[in-house]
């Protein structure tokens, strides 16, 4: 089956093979997933469930006849399939509500389900069409950056941050709805979750780091918390809490060799610090007052995000999201410098990655775009070297180097207010170039 662009909209070719003469149902189904999941009309486990109800970005929630107004019908409806005597089919359609783009219409990562029965094109929410036969992923036959594809089950966790251990290559990922919070093995398809949030004081989980005892740190966002999970049993050890008048957000975080923590607030100007080390965790210590620096807090607005150390402790980089500004900071005189781009964009600079000591990776969300950085030797500048994109990257907020490459989180914070553009949530593993 295939899927392409053309004047009236997307044109869909499918050749089906295998089913029992007569006619049979087929739609494009929201959620990107095959496995098995919970029938839309009765709660149902049935085959293929997981991928969700019919696609219908034009949230009408009525079943119709395809080409209707998406007002009034969803815009996945197709035609019948028609098999004949041995087992075989062919359609050709145009679509005219649906892109292969990234917008809200766009079909891309999403699936398509051939039923058993036929459609009567009037039944809420499925027509009447029976059991579900056949499930395809729709996929970008484009090039790629990406190699392989870890699932987060939930149709709310819009997750943003991610930690990988070294010492075992898991990944460790956040939900900024909830707080719950994911493990996600090497090479495994699907995250297991490790902890719920909500009921350990953390609502939210956004910036976080694995220490060298194998100890999870995660930034709770505007909860204000840094929490300490032990990723073994999943308890909290520890719950350190900013002062909130006025009210901050702890957003990211970065832990040096020697067990010294810093954390960026996005609204207060403050820098903190913490010693990661103490077996009992202090109070998290203000330990510079930005204010007192050239970095100009904008109100209401995203300010120093993503963080990233030196290999010997002596400076911090961190990201000002609302201008795009790179500061680095000195840890021993507390001298704060911007990092001359050469004029290179980096607004909506996200998270950070060290690749090397002179190689940064900057994820830029609304841009869909990791931009690869190369510093001076002493980060007082740089220069973009390459700005990566890809169609599934999908506002991609955070990312952290795993055993097989970069591991890019998809957060959709885009669309914390409307439907995800893509279900199951999911972290991206994308080889970078040399």
Known sequence: MTFAPTGGGVLLAAQVQGIAPGAHGMHIHTNGACANGPDAATGQIVAFGAAGGHFDPGNSRKHGHPGDPMAVSHAGELPALQAGADGRASLSYVNAHITLDRSATSVLGRTVIVHAHPD?????????????????????????IVRSRTTLEGTHVFPEGIAVDPRTGDAYVGSTSNGDLFRLRPGAPQAELLQIGGAVGRQGAFGMKVDGQGRLWVAGGPNGTLSVVDTTTGNTLGLLKAPQDPPGFLNDLVILSDGTAYVTDSFRPVLYRVRTTASAPAALEPWLDLTQTPIRYQPNQINLNGIVASGDGRYLLAIQLVTGQLWRIDTRTKAVAQVRMEGDDLKDGDGL??????????????????????????????????????????????????????????????????????????????????
């Open 120 to 144: 009567d094109y009037a039944t809420d929410p499925a027509g009447n069409s029976g059991a579900r036969l056949l499930c395809g992923v729709i996929e970008d036959s484009r090039p790629t």
């Open 353 to 434: 990655v060290l690749a090397g000591p002179t190689d940064l990776y900057v994820l830029r969300n609304a841009p869909n775009e990791l931009a690869r950085v190369r510093l001076a030797s002493d980060w007082s500048s740089g220069r973009v070297e390459h700005r990566l994109t890809d169609a599934r990257f999908k506002y991609p907020t955070t990312a952290a180097i795993g055993k097989s490459g970069l591991m890019v989180v998809n957060a959709q914070l885009d669309r914390q207010k409307h439907p995800p553009a893509l279900l199951p949530f999911d972290v991206v593993t994308v080889q970078l170039p040399p």
